[in-house]
């Protein structure tokens, strides 16, 4: 059997948010920055590359150390953390990776031969005279660096849009000349931040941070982060630089606004900041974007969905899901590990209170984490599933399924409901009980034919770890 893609795409060991995804010579390669499992802060890690040949999205290679921080000449000592890239291809052939590190308001640029690296310190962005964007008087600081190739001049796209912050205008548009440093269009706003909304079609949904830029066919999209965070928006326009209007919601990382099978208040997984981008992969779109896992902000990982883009060149929010890139439902046999839940909240999670704290967790909630250190490939799983906390796996093509089993530890004691939808019909219940070890149990429970996604609601006392689930 074909080997299969889940979300995260990439191990679940590996903690790559913003992902910037681009198709060079018949491969995917997704660029980010690069949190530490257990880090204090953001993007503590060296930038890496991860890449996958476009006729099999399961398959990602692992490309190494692209970049070190201490690359830049105003890191030499590594101070300062390096957030969120993207990387296009010059005229030249080379490629150029385009950065902000994180105490500093400027733009720095790397160069490689190739789009897996390494790379080079280039230099930074900075106008005729030598001045550096950013750093100018009329400047706003710039972040979170987007680019892309136009008619042999780079568009780069830069901003963050702190709330109440009117120093921050909005999202920015400077055009660079063909050495792809060099400033030959001054910035102009294209996206209104929180402060500069009202009015306009982004009010609601203005620009917080996150930009990313792609074209399709003579219409160009520029993704963002907006004002509520764990939302990626898009806005359209025929021009690269001018005349964007509001398009709508692709993903949101909570699956806020989503009413398929439920409210569009329940926020089904815990909302956290959210940066990713579009790319056409063998003629289908997809929308890369980052969840968070254990219990902070620090500790996100890349995910992905298809989307489709409307003859009128709309763009339909999807859910989150945990076959992503499979290109369908994941088979309806074998075992799964926890860690591809899409869905994970408890009946009486206070969810509106959890956006934008570091420790959003609190011992409270469950979590998805991993044993040992960074960098440790250990397998992730869910842990501290207390009662009335729901795993929830998107889709699976059932057929024939008799029996259910589930891999779990922990110091707690009942058993799970399976159910094919969050507040639907208990199917069958599997016992879990205290065990420092891994323990599986099982049960004779069928799900009919046809696609599903499954559920397991704990019921019971303490907190259970859920390690994997077998559908036989």
């Known amino acids: ?47 890496v590359c991860y890449s996958a040949p476009v006729d099999d999205l399961s398959d990602w290679k692992y490309e190494g150390v692209i970049y070190e921080k201490t690359a830049d ?13 993207d990387v296009v291809k010059g005229a030249d052939g080379r490629y150029y990776l385009y950065y902000v590190l994180d105490k500093v308001p400027v733009v720095s640029v790397a160069v490689s031969e190739t789009p897996a690296g390494k790379y080079r310190f280039y230099g930074y962005v900075h106008d ?24 042999g001049s780079v568009c780069l796209y830069t901003g963050f849009c702190g709330p109440g912050d009117q120093s921050r205008k909005g999202a920015m548009a400077t055009v660079l000349g063909p050495d792809m440093v060099t400033i030959t269009e001054e910035p102009v706003i294209i996206v209104p931040g929180n402060c500069y909304s009202a009015g306009t079609d982004f009010e609601g949904h203005e620009f917080f941070e996150g930009p990313s830029i792609r074209k399709s066919g003579d219409t160009y999209y520029f993704v963002y982060s907006s004002s509520k965070m764990h939302e990626l928006c898009y806005a359209v326009s025929r021009y690269p630089t001018k005349e964007y209007v509001y398009g709508g919601v692709i993903v949101s990382n ?3 606004n989503i009413t398929h099978q439920k409210p569009a208040g329940l926020r089904t997984y815990v909302p956290g900041n959210n940066h990713g981008g579009l790319a056409e992969i063998k003629d289908q779109w997809y929308i890369f974007y980052h969840r968070h896992t254990n219990g902070t902000n620090f500790s996100r990982q890349g995910c992905a969905e298809p989307i489709q883009i409307g003859e009128d060149g709309s763009i339909e929010q999807v859910e989150m ?13 074998g075992e799964y590990p926890a860690y591809i839940a899409c869905n994970l909240f408890s009946k009486t999670m206070d969810n509106d209170h959890l956006l934008h704290h570091a420790g ?12 040992g250190r960074d960098g440790d490939e250990e397998t992730g799983y869910i842990a501290n599933m207390q009662d009335s906390t729901i795993a929830g796996f998107k889709y699976f093509d059932c057929s024939g399924i008799t029996r259910i089993s589930l ?29 420092n070890v891994w323990v599986e149990n099982s049960a004779e429970i069928t799900i009919p034919d046809g696609v599903h996604a499954l559920y397991f609601e704990f019921k019971g006392e303490g907190g259970i770890s859920v390690a994997s689930f077998s559908l036989e």
């Open 1 to 47: 059997m074909k080997k299969q893609a889940f979300n995260p795409y990439l191990p679940s060991w590996e903690y790559i948010p913003d992902g910037e995804p681009h198709v060079f010579d018949n491969r995917v390669y997704v660029y980010g920055s690069h949190d530490r499992f257990n880090g204090f802060a953001y993007c503590l890690n060296d930038y």
């Open 254 to 256: 909570c699956d806020g």
């Open 360 to 371: 959003w967790i609190d011992g409270k909630y469950a979590r998805i984490t991993q044993d």
């Open 128 to 151: 005729s005279d030598g001045r550096r964007l950013g750093e100018r008087d009329s400047d706003q600081p710039q972040f979170d660096p987007a680019v892309m190739m136009e008619d």
């Open 321 to 333: 899901t945990s076959c992503g890139l499979n290109g369908g439902p994941l088979v309806g046999k």
């Open 407 to 435: 891999k779990t530890r922990g110091y707690g004691s009942g058993y799970f409901e399976v159910k094919t939808r969050w507040d639907g019909e208990c199917l069958g219940t599997i016992p879990a009980g205290y065990s």
């Open 73 to 85: 000449p105003l890191n030499a000592d590594g101070h300062m953390c390096l957030y969120a890239p």
